[in-house]
């Protein structure tokens, strides 16, 4: 089974930090996805990926920026936090062995204060 | 465009209940539709999936059939139990997008 590990599980960020969330898949996936969810508002697609050094904006991709260097690594960039973008942030992978369902991470908690 | 629409929460009840929780999609093609649960604080799993009209998908005495001619796939137990507490997704894919309900939260008291 495909293992998407997310690194961090709680992060505490102050406002105007530049955060960086890094989510890492073990198998050679090409599409990955980074979302937030909010309680009411279920999950808002921010960014995706194709493939290496290709991105899509989502739905929300404004505050945010992504980074896909290498094909297991795909990191979710605040360039500078504010406490609207306190969330849960999940990130997850298009899973062909399951008949394209998404995998997902565990989630990243981040709090911006 | 596409979207989901399930039914909102909390939903509560008491365990051995019989449990339905309602999603209904539109879509411009022909989806493939899922079910995700989020236990506290985890993130999601999938728990069943149907490609085609018809199928149904199962998973831990749960069930959702694939309805066409309703555009449904609404999810299904017949017995709960107090592990089954968590929120649960609906959620369509056709190509590369998923879209996703806003969740309903079950909570399954002894």
């Known amino acids: 089974d495909v293992k998407v590990t997310q690194s961090s599980r709680y992060l505490v960020k102050r406002t105007g930090e530049k955060v960086f969330l890094e989510c890492v898949q073990d198998m050679d996936h090409e599409n990955m996805f980074w979302y937030r969810q909010d309680p009411g508002l279920g999950l808002r697609l921010i960014y995706f990926?194709?493939?290496?050094?290709?991105?899509e904006k989502g739905d929300i991709p404004e505050g945010y920026s992504v980074s896909r260097e290498k094909k297991e690594r795909f990191s979710l960039i605040l360039e500078s936090a504010s406490t609207n973008q306190t969330s849960m942030y999940l990130c997850?992978?298009?899973?062909?062995?399951?008949?394209?369902?998404?995998?997902f991470g565990s989630g990243t908690r981040l709090t911006v204060v | 465009g596409d979207s989901v629409t399930q039914m909102e929460g909390p939903v509560t009840l008491s365990e051995e209940a019989f449990l339905t929780i309602n999603c209904t999609y539109t879509a411009t093609g022909y989806p493939s539709l899922f079910w995700y649960v989020q236990y506290p604080g985890e993130g999601l799993q999938l728990l069943l999936k149907a490609t085609k009209a018809d199928d149904k998908g199962s998973n831990k005495g749960f069930e959702a059939t694939y309805r066409k001619e309703t555009t449904s796939f609404h999810l299904e137990k017949g017995s709960v139990q107090v592990s089954d507490s968590a929120v649960y997704f609906c959620?369509?894919?056709?190509?590369?997008?998923?879209?996703f309900g806003t969740g309903t939260s079950l909570t399954v008291i002894p």
């Open positions: 959620a369509s894919n056709t190509g590369n997008q998923f879209y």
């Open positions: 997850a992978i298009l899973d062909r062995e399951a008949n394209y369902g998404y995998t």
């Open positions: 990926s194709y493939d290496v050094k290709m991105k």
